[in-house]
C-alpha cells in the first residue's frame, strides 16, 4: 500500500512540475520596476529608469532649486553622465520664500526623433508645495554612449511641460 501512494504522489508531483514548466514558457516575462526617493530638508533624490538596464540617479538641491543627474557606466563602472535644470527658474519660484519640493520620477517609452540623443525612459517630476505647481522633464539619452561609456556632460534635462495643479493660498498680511 505505501509503495501505491508513494508513486501516486511521485506522479502528481512530476505533473505538476511539468504543468508549472508549460505555464511559465507561454507567461510574458514583465519587469519589475521600482523607484526609490528620499528626503530632508536640504534636498531630494529619486532614481528612475533610463534605458531596459540602467537607472539614473537625481538629485534636487532645495537651497540652490538646481535639479542634478547622473548615472553608472555600464561600461567602466563610473559614472560618465551629468544632467542638469534649474527647477525653480522653470516653476517661477522665489528660493527667498523658502518653496518646498517634491521630486519622484515615472516612466515613458516615447516615441523616437531624429538623432542619437533620444529622451530616456524615466520623466523626471518636480511638485513645489506653495505654488501647486508640477515640472516634468525629460531626459536626454544617447544608447550609443551608454554602449561605449562615452561621456554625457552636462546635458540640460528637457523642460516638457509645467502645470498648476493647485491654486495656491495668497500670502497672509
Known amino acids: 500500500m505505501w509503495e501505491k501512494l508513494t508513486s501516486r504522489r511521485a506522479a502528481w508531483l512530476l505533473a505538476g512540475l511539468c504543468l508549472g514548466m508549460l505555464v511559465r514558457g507561454a507567461w510574458p516575462e514583465t519587469p519589475a520596476l521600482a523607484v526609490a526617493t528620499d528626503s530632508d530638508e536640504y534636498g531630494a533624490i529619486a532614481t528612475g529608469p533610463l534605458d531596459d538596464s540602467l537607472e539614473g540617479f ?6 540652490t532649486g ?10 567602466t563602472r563610473k559614472f560618465f553622465a551629468n ?28 516615441r523616437p526623433g531624429a538623432g542619437p540623443v533620444q529622451p530616456a525612459n524615466a ?3 518636480v511638485y513645489e508645495l506653495t505654488s501647486g505647481k508640477v515640472a516634468a522633464y525629460a531626459v536626454p539619452w544617447s544608447q550609443a554612449q551608454a554602449t561605449t561609456g562615452a561621456p554625457i556632460r552636462n546635458a540640460a534635462l528637457k523642460l516638457l511641460d509645467v502645470k498648476q495643479l493647485r491654486v495656491p493660498e495668497p500670502p497672509e498680511e
Do not use: H
Open 83 to 110: 544632467f542638469r535644470a534649474n527647477v525653480a527658474r522653470d516653476l517661477g519660484v522665489d528660493l527667498r520664500r523658502n518653496p518646498r519640493f517634491l521630486l519622484t520620477t515615472g516612466s515613458a517609452l516615447f
Open 123 to 125: 520623466i523626471v517630476y
Open 66 to 75: 538646481e535639479l542634478r543627474g547622473t548615472a553608472l557606466s555600464p561600461i
Open 58 to 63: 537625481f538629485y534636487l538641491d532645495f537651497t
